[in-house]
């Protein structure tokens, strides 16, 4: 998988997402609040917490992206998918480490930029993935691995992490090898 196909992705996906988008929003909207108008010293804390929910967001990112790499052989883009199931890391507490890494990303923007609009964009984002996540991505996932999938989702929830990661005797927890008539 050559490197351009991953920054492809990334550049089209979440940076669009969580750069682009928020952008053109506060350059349109000029909502910008930081502080959230509180006296100083508190007007620190809003500041403080978002910075920690985007650099909790990048940490997910990235982990999740070198994963998709290394383990999935393929990027985060459908168009490229992985062709293994990842059940490695943190995909061991939570079955979508990325989106929750973005929706982070987003959350702390808005808490910086104190932007009640770039709220409501991380509500979309959430609520769009909250829709085609279980409808399409997971039906494709099943479609594409199978049987070693239903296993990993029945155990492994969709958003709220497990405290310890998931592991079954017998089940696969490294990656399981998708059928190639199934990945093209």
């Known amino acids: 998988m050559s490197i351009w196909k991953h920054l492809q992705a990334i550049l089209t996906l979440p940076i669009m ?18 502080g959230w108008s509180l006296p100083t010293p508190i007007s620190l804390l809003p500041l403080l917490v978002g910075i920690t929910l985007i650099g909790l967001g990048l940490v997910l990112m990235v982990k999740t992206i070198a994963l998709f790499a290394i ?15 990842v059940v490695q890391g943190v995909y061991r507490h939570v079955r ?39 409808l399409i991505e997971e039906a494709g996932l099943e479609q594409r691995f199978g049987s070693d999938y239903v296993v990993y989702k029945r155990n492994v929830p969709r958003w709220i992490p497990r405290r310890t990661p998931w592991s079954q005797p017998g089940a696969i927890v490294t990656a399981t090898r998708c059928p190639t008539d199934r990945c093209t």
């Not at 383990?71 to 199931?85: E, H, K």
């Not at 973005?102 to 770039?118: D, K, Q, T």
């Open 17 to 34: 997402v969580t750069v682009v988008i928020p952008s053109v929003i506060i350059l349109t909207t000029r909502t910008v609040n930081v």
């Open 71 to 85: 383990v999935g052989q393929g990027t985060l883009a459908p168009w490229s998918a992985t062709q293994r199931l």
């Open 96 to 134: 979508n480490p990325m989106i929750s890494g973005v929706f982070c990303i987003l959350l702390g923007e808005a808490v910086c930029a104190g932007s009640r609009v770039l709220l409501t964009w991380s509500g979309l984002f959430a609520l769009i993935n909250a829709i085609y996540i279980p």
